[in-house]
Protein backbone atom coordinates (compact mmCIF):
# COMPACT_ATOMS: atom_id res chain seq x y z
CA UNK A 1 0.00 0.00 0.00
CA UNK A 2 1.26 3.50 -0.51
CA UNK A 3 2.61 5.71 2.46
CA UNK A 4 0.01 8.78 3.29
CA UNK A 5 0.15 11.84 3.56
CA UNK A 6 -2.34 14.05 5.57
CA UNK A 7 -3.73 17.47 5.57
CA UNK A 8 -6.46 19.36 6.79
CA UNK A 9 -8.20 22.65 5.38
CA UNK A 10 -9.21 25.38 7.85
CA UNK A 11 -13.26 26.45 6.94
CA UNK A 12 -13.69 28.80 9.98
CA UNK A 13 -13.02 31.98 7.45
CA UNK A 14 -12.28 33.83 4.47
CA UNK A 15 -8.98 32.97 3.41
CA UNK A 16 -6.39 36.29 3.14
CA UNK A 17 -3.78 36.80 0.22
CA UNK A 18 -1.03 35.91 2.62
CA UNK A 19 -2.93 32.87 3.92
CA UNK A 20 -3.61 31.97 0.14
CA UNK A 21 -0.06 32.24 -1.02
CA UNK A 22 1.63 31.35 2.29
CA UNK A 23 -0.39 27.97 3.24
CA UNK A 24 -2.17 26.71 0.98
CA UNK A 25 -1.13 26.72 -2.83
CA UNK A 26 2.23 25.38 -1.02
CA UNK A 27 -0.14 22.23 -0.06
CA UNK A 28 -1.22 22.07 -3.62
CA UNK A 29 2.00 21.71 -5.32
CA UNK A 30 2.99 19.36 -2.13
CA UNK A 31 0.07 16.96 -3.39
CA UNK A 32 0.48 17.85 -7.00
CA UNK A 33 4.30 16.45 -6.40
CA UNK A 34 3.81 13.76 -4.26
CA UNK A 35 0.04 12.14 -5.49
CA UNK A 36 1.78 9.90 -7.99
CA UNK A 37 3.61 7.92 -5.35
CA UNK A 38 1.50 8.68 -2.04
CA UNK A 39 -2.26 8.44 -0.98
CA UNK A 40 -2.75 12.48 -0.27
CA UNK A 41 -5.82 12.71 1.92
CA UNK A 42 -7.06 16.08 2.13
CA UNK A 43 -9.69 16.43 4.88
CA UNK A 44 -12.41 19.16 6.38
CA UNK A 45 -11.65 19.62 9.87
CA UNK A 46 -15.24 20.51 10.41
CA UNK A 47 -15.31 18.63 13.75
CA UNK A 48 -12.50 20.83 14.88
CA UNK A 49 -13.59 23.67 13.43
CA UNK A 50 -16.91 24.33 16.01
CA UNK A 51 -14.20 24.54 19.03
CA UNK A 52 -14.52 28.39 18.45
CA UNK A 53 -16.62 30.58 17.08
CA UNK A 54 -17.35 30.13 13.18
CA UNK A 55 -17.19 33.21 10.28
CA UNK A 56 -20.40 32.02 8.25
CA UNK A 57 -22.04 28.31 8.30
CA UNK A 58 -19.57 25.38 7.59
CA UNK A 59 -21.07 23.83 4.74
CA UNK A 60 -20.60 27.08 2.51
CA UNK A 61 -17.60 27.80 4.30
CA UNK A 62 -16.36 24.13 3.20
CA UNK A 63 -17.33 24.48 -0.42
CA UNK A 64 -15.95 27.71 -0.61
CA UNK A 65 -12.18 26.45 0.48
CA UNK A 66 -12.58 23.47 -1.51
CA UNK A 67 -12.93 25.33 -5.14
CA UNK A 68 -10.21 27.37 -3.48
CA UNK A 69 -7.81 24.59 -3.32
CA UNK A 70 -9.11 23.53 -6.77
CA UNK A 71 -8.70 27.40 -8.59
CA UNK A 72 -5.52 26.90 -6.87
CA UNK A 73 -4.74 24.29 -9.33
CA UNK A 74 -5.28 20.94 -7.26
CA UNK A 75 -4.78 17.96 -9.83
CA UNK A 76 -7.16 15.22 -8.90
CA UNK A 77 -6.03 11.90 -9.70
CA UNK A 78 -7.20 8.45 -8.09
CA UNK A 79 -4.73 9.31 -5.13
CA UNK A 80 -6.41 12.26 -3.88
CA UNK A 81 -8.76 12.17 -1.54
CA UNK A 82 -11.24 15.08 0.22
CA UNK A 83 -13.40 14.50 2.77
CA UNK A 84 -15.26 15.70 5.54
CA UNK A 85 -13.82 14.67 8.77
CA UNK A 86 -17.47 14.54 10.63
CA UNK A 87 -18.87 12.27 7.81
CA UNK A 88 -16.55 9.85 8.61
CA UNK A 89 -17.30 8.62 12.09
CA UNK A 90 -14.35 6.61 13.16
CA UNK A 91 -12.84 10.01 13.72
CA UNK A 92 -14.64 10.79 16.67
CA UNK A 93 -15.04 7.17 17.92
CA UNK A 94 -11.26 6.63 17.95
CA UNK A 95 -10.77 9.91 19.54
CA UNK A 96 -12.65 8.76 22.62
CA UNK A 97 -10.72 5.29 22.58
CA UNK A 98 -6.95 7.52 22.74
CA UNK A 99 -8.63 9.36 25.11
CA UNK A 100 -8.43 6.81 27.28
CA UNK A 101 -5.05 6.16 26.54
CA UNK A 102 -4.11 10.18 26.59
CA UNK A 103 -3.34 11.75 30.51
CA UNK A 104 -4.37 15.24 31.68
CA UNK A 105 -0.99 15.90 32.27
CA UNK A 106 0.34 15.93 28.96
CA UNK A 107 -2.64 17.66 27.90
CA UNK A 108 -2.62 20.57 30.04
CA UNK A 109 1.24 21.07 29.05
CA UNK A 110 0.20 21.89 25.65
CA UNK A 111 1.29 25.44 24.39
CA UNK A 112 -1.81 25.82 22.54
CA UNK A 113 -4.60 24.88 25.26
CA UNK A 114 -2.56 27.04 27.96
CA UNK A 115 -2.46 30.28 25.61
CA UNK A 116 -6.05 29.71 24.44
CA UNK A 117 -6.95 29.01 28.22
CA UNK A 118 -5.24 31.78 29.73
CA UNK A 119 -6.93 34.67 31.75
CA UNK A 120 -10.15 32.70 31.70
CA UNK A 121 -12.43 31.40 33.89
CA UNK A 122 -13.22 28.44 31.85
CA UNK A 123 -12.64 26.99 27.89
CA UNK A 124 -14.90 24.14 26.05
CA UNK A 125 -13.72 20.62 26.76
CA UNK A 126 -13.09 20.55 22.74
CA UNK A 127 -9.77 22.91 23.32
CA UNK A 128 -8.42 20.81 26.09
CA UNK A 129 -9.34 17.66 23.79
CA UNK A 130 -8.30 18.41 20.46
CA UNK A 131 -4.74 16.89 20.23
CA UNK A 132 -6.63 13.93 21.16
CA UNK A 133 -8.84 14.38 17.71
CA UNK A 134 -5.95 15.78 15.62
CA UNK A 135 -4.20 11.83 16.85
CA UNK A 136 -7.20 10.22 15.77
CA UNK A 137 -7.11 11.74 12.24
CA UNK A 138 -3.48 11.02 11.99
CA UNK A 139 -3.11 7.40 12.94
CA UNK A 140 -6.81 6.18 11.39
CA UNK A 141 -4.96 6.73 7.83
CA UNK A 142 -1.82 5.87 9.03
CA UNK A 143 0.04 8.67 7.63
CA UNK A 144 3.55 9.09 8.30
CA UNK A 145 3.67 12.70 6.79
CA UNK A 146 1.47 15.67 8.17
CA UNK A 147 2.41 19.00 6.66
CA UNK A 148 1.77 21.53 9.68
CA UNK A 149 2.74 24.81 10.83
CA UNK A 150 5.34 25.10 14.37
CA UNK A 151 2.56 25.61 16.11
CA UNK A 152 1.31 21.69 16.02
CA UNK A 153 4.83 20.33 16.36
CA UNK A 154 3.71 19.49 19.60
CA UNK A 155 0.41 17.89 18.77
CA UNK A 156 2.32 15.94 16.46
CA UNK A 157 4.42 14.53 18.54
CA UNK A 158 1.82 14.10 21.58
CA UNK A 159 0.18 11.84 18.35
CA UNK A 160 3.53 9.73 18.27
CA UNK A 161 3.97 9.23 21.98
CA UNK A 162 -0.09 8.13 22.21
CA UNK A 163 0.58 5.58 19.27
CA UNK A 164 3.89 4.13 20.80
CA UNK A 165 1.63 3.64 24.36
CA UNK A 166 -0.78 2.19 22.73
CA UNK A 167 1.24 -0.39 20.51
CA UNK A 168 2.84 -1.17 23.89
CA UNK A 169 0.02 -2.41 25.82
CA UNK A 170 -2.21 -4.36 22.89
CA UNK A 171 0.54 -4.70 20.21
CA UNK A 172 1.68 -3.15 16.81
CA UNK A 173 -1.40 -1.27 15.77
CA UNK A 174 -0.76 1.99 14.64
CA UNK A 175 1.81 3.29 12.20
CA UNK A 176 3.62 6.18 13.71
CA UNK A 177 4.06 9.59 11.60
CA UNK A 178 7.69 10.44 11.19
CA UNK A 179 9.42 12.85 13.81
CA UNK A 180 9.09 16.58 12.98
CA UNK A 181 12.58 17.25 12.27
CA UNK A 182 11.50 14.56 9.12
CA UNK A 183 8.56 16.12 8.39
CA UNK A 184 10.43 19.11 6.93
CA UNK A 185 12.53 16.85 5.45
CA UNK A 186 10.64 15.36 3.50
CA UNK A 187 8.60 18.29 3.10
CA UNK A 188 11.27 20.96 2.45
CA UNK A 189 9.10 23.49 4.17
CA UNK A 190 12.42 24.96 6.01
CA UNK A 191 11.69 28.58 4.90
CA UNK A 192 8.01 29.12 5.25
CA UNK A 193 6.44 31.96 3.46
CA UNK A 194 5.66 34.76 5.52
CA UNK A 195 2.99 37.61 3.89
CA UNK A 196 3.40 40.47 5.84
CA UNK A 197 0.73 43.21 7.06
CA UNK A 198 0.53 46.02 4.32
CA UNK A 199 0.41 48.91 6.29
CA UNK A 200 2.86 47.30 9.58
CA UNK A 201 5.21 44.79 7.89
CA UNK A 202 6.40 43.76 11.16
CA UNK A 203 3.40 41.67 11.89
CA UNK A 204 1.91 38.78 9.50
CA UNK A 205 -1.38 39.23 7.67
CA UNK A 206 -4.05 38.38 9.11
CA UNK A 207 -7.79 38.73 8.46
CA UNK A 208 -8.55 40.09 11.96
CA UNK A 209 -6.55 42.99 11.69
CA UNK A 210 -9.27 46.00 11.72
CA UNK A 211 -7.56 47.74 9.41
CA UNK A 212 -9.06 47.07 6.01
CA UNK A 213 -6.15 48.24 3.77
CA UNK A 214 -3.72 46.45 5.78
CA UNK A 215 -4.45 42.93 3.85
CA UNK A 216 -5.34 41.53 0.86
CA UNK A 217 -8.78 38.84 0.81
CA UNK A 218 -9.33 36.73 -2.03
CA UNK A 219 -12.78 38.26 -2.76
CA UNK A 220 -11.39 41.66 -2.96
CA UNK A 221 -11.88 43.85 -6.42
CA UNK A 222 -8.84 43.90 -8.28
CA UNK A 223 -9.21 47.35 -8.25
CA UNK A 224 -9.29 47.52 -5.07
CA UNK A 225 -6.39 44.96 -3.95
CA UNK A 226 -4.03 47.69 -6.53
CA UNK A 227 -4.91 49.91 -4.85
CA UNK A 228 -4.03 48.81 -1.10
CA UNK A 229 -0.73 47.75 -2.63
CA UNK A 230 -0.32 51.39 -3.50
CA UNK A 231 -0.54 52.52 -0.18
CA UNK A 232 1.30 49.90 1.46
CA UNK A 233 4.14 50.74 4.11
CA UNK A 234 7.23 50.88 3.07
CA UNK A 235 10.42 52.80 4.42
CA UNK A 236 12.79 55.82 4.39
CA UNK A 237 15.93 54.37 3.13
CA UNK A 238 15.88 55.43 -0.49
CA UNK A 239 17.23 52.63 -1.92
CA UNK A 240 14.93 49.09 -2.94
CA UNK A 241 16.88 45.63 -1.26
CA UNK A 242 15.44 42.62 0.03
CA UNK A 243 15.98 42.53 3.61
CA UNK A 244 12.79 41.62 6.05
CA UNK A 245 14.98 42.87 9.26
CA UNK A 246 15.59 46.38 7.92
CA UNK A 247 13.06 46.84 5.39
CA UNK A 248 10.42 44.67 5.50
CA UNK A 249 7.78 46.66 3.73
CA UNK A 250 9.79 46.79 0.57
CA UNK A 251 11.42 42.97 0.79
CA UNK A 252 7.40 42.12 1.28
CA UNK A 253 6.65 43.58 -1.72
CA UNK A 254 9.11 41.78 -3.88
CA UNK A 255 8.21 38.71 -2.07
CA UNK A 256 4.17 39.27 -3.12
CA UNK A 257 5.41 39.83 -6.61
CA UNK A 258 7.82 36.84 -7.09
CA UNK A 259 4.40 34.62 -5.98
CA UNK A 260 1.76 35.78 -7.93
CA UNK A 261 3.95 35.99 -11.24
CA UNK A 262 5.01 32.49 -9.90
CA UNK A 263 8.60 33.82 -10.80
CA UNK A 264 11.64 32.78 -8.31
CA UNK A 265 12.58 35.38 -5.84
CA UNK A 266 16.03 35.81 -6.71
CA UNK A 267 14.87 36.85 -9.90
CA UNK A 268 12.88 39.71 -8.96
CA UNK A 269 14.89 40.78 -6.72
CA UNK A 270 18.21 41.19 -9.07
CA UNK A 271 15.53 43.37 -11.27
CA UNK A 272 14.88 45.72 -8.15
CA UNK A 273 18.27 45.96 -5.92
CA UNK A 274 19.55 49.12 -5.51
CA UNK A 275 17.01 50.84 -7.66
CA UNK A 276 15.76 53.93 -5.72
CA UNK A 277 11.98 54.69 -7.40
CA UNK A 278 9.37 52.77 -4.78
CA UNK A 279 6.71 54.04 -6.38
CA UNK A 280 7.74 52.05 -9.65
CA UNK A 281 7.59 48.77 -7.41
CA UNK A 282 4.61 49.35 -6.31
CA UNK A 283 2.98 49.92 -9.56
CA UNK A 284 4.14 46.68 -10.37
CA UNK A 285 2.97 44.57 -7.59
CA UNK A 286 -0.20 46.12 -7.77
CA UNK A 287 -0.55 45.81 -11.24
CA UNK A 288 0.60 41.87 -10.93
CA UNK A 289 -1.68 41.48 -7.82
CA UNK A 290 -4.67 42.95 -10.03
CA UNK A 291 -3.76 40.59 -13.08
CA UNK A 292 -3.52 37.43 -10.52
CA UNK A 293 -6.92 38.36 -8.39
CA UNK A 294 -8.79 38.41 -11.89
CA UNK A 295 -7.67 35.08 -13.15
CA UNK A 296 -8.37 33.59 -9.97
CA UNK A 297 -11.57 34.86 -9.47
CA UNK A 298 -12.75 33.48 -12.87
CA UNK A 299 -10.91 30.07 -12.40
CA UNK A 300 -13.46 30.46 -8.75
CA UNK A 301 -16.57 31.08 -10.69
CA UNK A 302 -16.09 28.92 -12.84
CA UNK A 303 -16.57 25.66 -10.57
CA UNK A 304 -19.99 24.49 -9.67
CA UNK A 305 -20.91 23.51 -6.38
CA UNK A 306 -22.03 19.85 -7.29
CA UNK A 307 -18.72 19.28 -8.62
CA UNK A 308 -17.07 19.86 -5.51
CA UNK A 309 -19.53 17.89 -3.70
CA UNK A 310 -19.04 14.70 -5.97
CA UNK A 311 -15.27 15.22 -5.20
CA UNK A 312 -16.18 14.71 -1.38
CA UNK A 313 -18.45 12.27 -1.55
CA UNK A 314 -16.11 9.99 -3.02
CA UNK A 315 -13.65 10.78 -1.32
CA UNK A 316 -15.93 10.04 2.19
CA UNK A 317 -16.53 6.49 0.67
CA UNK A 318 -13.13 6.07 0.44
CA UNK A 319 -12.24 6.99 4.09
CA UNK A 320 -14.91 5.68 4.99
CA UNK A 321 -13.64 2.27 4.38
CA UNK A 322 -9.94 2.77 5.25
CA UNK A 323 -11.08 4.41 8.83
CA UNK A 324 -13.31 1.51 8.97
CA UNK A 325 -10.69 -0.76 8.98
CA UNK A 326 -8.35 0.58 10.95
CA UNK A 327 -11.24 1.43 13.81
CA UNK A 328 -12.20 -2.28 13.70
CA UNK A 329 -8.55 -3.32 14.23
CA UNK A 330 -8.13 -1.03 17.19
CA UNK A 331 -11.13 -2.49 18.75
CA UNK A 332 -10.37 -5.85 18.62
CA UNK A 333 -6.95 -4.62 20.65
CA UNK A 334 -8.33 -3.13 23.13
CA UNK A 335 -11.49 -6.18 23.86
CA UNK A 336 -14.45 -4.21 22.17
CA UNK A 337 -14.65 -7.08 19.44
Known amino acids: MKETILTGIRVNSELTLGNFLGALVPMVRLANKYSKDYNVNIFVPDLHTIISDVDGDIP ?26 SRVPAHSE ?34 FNYPVLMAADILLYSAKYVPVGEDQFQHLELTRNIAMRFNNKFGETFVLPVKTSDQVKFMNVENGIRIRDLLNPEKKMSKSTAAENSKIMLSDAPERAAKKIMSATTDSLGKIKFDMFNQPGISNLMQIDALVTDSPLQDVISTWSGETHYGDLKAKVAADVKVFLEEFQNRLANIPDEEVLRLLEAGETYANEVAGRKLAEVQKAVGLR
Not at 60 to 85: D, F, M, V
Not at 103 to 114: A, H, I
Not at 119 to 126: C, H, I, R
Request: charged share 25%; net charge neutral.
Open 60 to 85: SNTIRSLKYYLAAGLELNENIHIYRQ
Open 94 to 127: LCWILDCTASMGELNRMTQYKEKSEGKESVNVGI
